[in-house]
């Protein structure tokens, strides 16, 4: 069998809206979740957009332009909470949650093309960060994200699910998240710091940069 094409996928799609091009809501799946944060009743999904000519480009597509490039480069408005030579963890500018962190590579690659010799560390650095955020009192679980459609330098997301508060399990947590108060930055800065720390005593390194 032939690999599917997006124009097959798309008319696949497009065949089981309605008459306005939407989607029935599935409330079989998310939408009927005890942890969904939205009223399904006057929920409605956008009617689906025509296929687009190509994937937009991305933030640092041309390697030569992405800020690892730049060794002068300002360092991410939220601080660094650990670096090494090869790696940095970084604090979103704002977070809604207990901890919002960011791992990148300094060199430029994205997931699809982390070299090897960065690959086999990259896996014992994601286990080392979710072991030190689920540490933190406030935290229920860690998330971990990657969605690569904005920027192409490789940035996976860590989000401590705060504990306890069961509807922001799974999935829903983003949607969740925008909707909540921002956190105070010393308080995102103290758990984030707990996590770098935690990082310099398995990995060597620095952080955080703020103090």
């Not at 949650?97 to 990148?104: C, G, H, R, T």
């Not at 998240?177 to 800065?189: D, S, W």
């Not at 060597?204 to 940069?209: I, K, L, M, R």
Request: net charge negative.
């Amino acid at each position: 069998m032939d690999l599917e094409t997006p124009e097959e996928y798309y008319a696949r799609v497009a065949a089981a809206t309605d008459a306005e091009g939407r989607l029935t809501v599935a409330v079989e799946e998310m939408p009927g979740w005890d942890i969904y944060p939205y009223e399904v009743d006057s929920l409605r999904i956008k009617p689906l957009r025509p296929l687009d000519d190509a994937e937009p480009p991305r933030r640092g597509e041309v390697p030569e332009e992405c800020w690892c490039t730049d060794p002068d480069a300002q360092p991410p408005v939220g601080g660094v909470a650990w670096r090494n030579e090869r790696w940095r963890l970084a604090l979103a500018s704002e977070s809604k949650v207990p901890v919002s962190l960011f791992l990148e590579p300094l060199v430029h690659c994205d997931l699809a093309t982390v070299p090897d010799g960065l690959a086999g560390e990259m896996g014992r650095l994601v286990v080392a960060i979710a072991a030190a955020v689920e540490e933190l009192p406030s935290v229920g679980r860690t998330q971990l994200y990657r969605f690569g459609d904005g920027g192409a330098h490789l940035h996976l997301f860590f989000l401590g699910r705060p504990r306890r508060v069961l509807q922001f399990r799974g999935s829903p947590l983003l949607d969740w998240e925008e909707n909540l108060p921002a956190l105070p930055v010393e308080v995102h800065r103290a758990n984030a710091a707990y996590v770098g720390r935690r990082l310099v005593e398995a990995f060597g390194g620095e952080g955080p940069d703020w103090f």
